[in-house]
């Protein structure tokens, strides 16, 4: 078997297999006969067929079965052979006839091969990066948060503001059944909040679902409607079950041992340091996956090279499981053409800079990982020996293992941004950053 390559440009070329009969020919033999032993024919003892009827009935399509594995193999050796980087699959030329009993059979692949560039990070213009203010609103919210989430119910017998009202909403027509909770304060309206005021426990009321909510999403959610019915519906029964007062939490030392483990707190001025260095740490990694997604963009719009556009447009009507057309195939290029730049860009970043990811570090990113989430739980200095084991627990799934591969590559591809990009810090507000991070563009 003879493989050779034949450039079109500096992003195509044919590959060329020329197989001969001498090739195959053993391997198509000791097929039939292994045929030969298992075949149940009428009229011969399992194993007794004569072996011109079995090359009859089966030679040629063992024959070709056989030649595709063969040229399959051939190309596969080229490739690595050669280290010839090619995007997606190599693509069979059509040929009108092939005459598989020739002696000599030639075969020609288009592939696509990947550019030739490199990556600079020397940028001119600095990129901006965000830090989120902590500031005292923010730490006070999230004290009074965790008071109310830690407080004690106690039950009343009149609505008020303020007060938790529980209760169920039904309509038989909309199959409408649900139990839900809300504030007095979510309700839309004057009359809407009299008449829910004025409502003693037991008794229920028919309530027009127009205008019943300040959010309008709230209907759906306090009714459980799906998209097809919360236009429908007009009226809705509530029955009102409890009235409740939820009295926040003394700021207190079993409070804060609690939240962060036995007399890692002790003040209240020592709990507002440590939600403060909390969120600021959290704040770090969205902060961090925005100035990532900000400097993808930047790499993909000035990082200069060609694609063999063509031949992927062509190999991508084939690669799925449904055939595409060639409009179809267009629009999917356009749409993972950025993606494919950034892929060939990081696999160009992490060459340059040798940057490698062993078993070692990601069984210790692993326990990072699994150490930040247990301080959540107020569990600040866990076990060595319990680390180990729900590591490797966690690392026995493959799907978990990539995806700690992948945030352990994000960290890496960071600092490494952040050691050699110029950057411009600009410090906002938590709400002005959701509100940059999510922007439609």
Known sequence: MKVS??????????????????????????????????ANIPGFRKGHTPIGLIKKQYGMSVKVDEINKLMQKGLSDYLNTEKLAILGNPIPVEKNEIDWNSDVLAFDFEIGLSPEFDVNLKNKKAIPSYEIDVDKKMIDDQIKNIQNQYGKLVSRDKVEDGFEINGTFSNVEFEVENKSNFKLENIKGKSNKEIL???KLGESIDLKTKGLFKNESDLSFHLKLNEENKDKIKTVNFSLNEINERQPADLDQELFDKLFGKDSVKTVTELKKKLKSDAESNFVNQTDQKL?????????????????????????????????????AESEYEKSEKGLRYQLIEAKLIEQNDIKIDPSQIKNFAKELIKSQMKQYGQNNPDEKELESISQRILSNKEEVKRISDQLLSKKLIELFKSNLKFKNNKVTYDKFIEMAYAKK
């Not at 020329?18 to 090739?23: A, H, R």
């Not at 097929?31 to 030969?36: F, G, Q, S, T």
């Open 197 to 199: 005021s004025n409502l």
């Open 5 to 38: 390559k034949k450039d079109i440009d500096k992003l195509n070329s044919v590959l060329s297999v020329e197989i001969q009969k001498k090739d195959y020919e053993s391997n198509v033999d000791k097929v039939l006969k292994d045929y030969r032993k298992r």
């Open 292 to 328: 990532l997604n900000d400097v993808t963009e930047y790499l993909i719009e000035n990082t200069k090279f060609n694609l063999p556009d063509e031949f992927l447009k062509k190999w991508m009507q084939t690669a799925g499981e449904k055939k595409l057309s060639v409009v179809e």
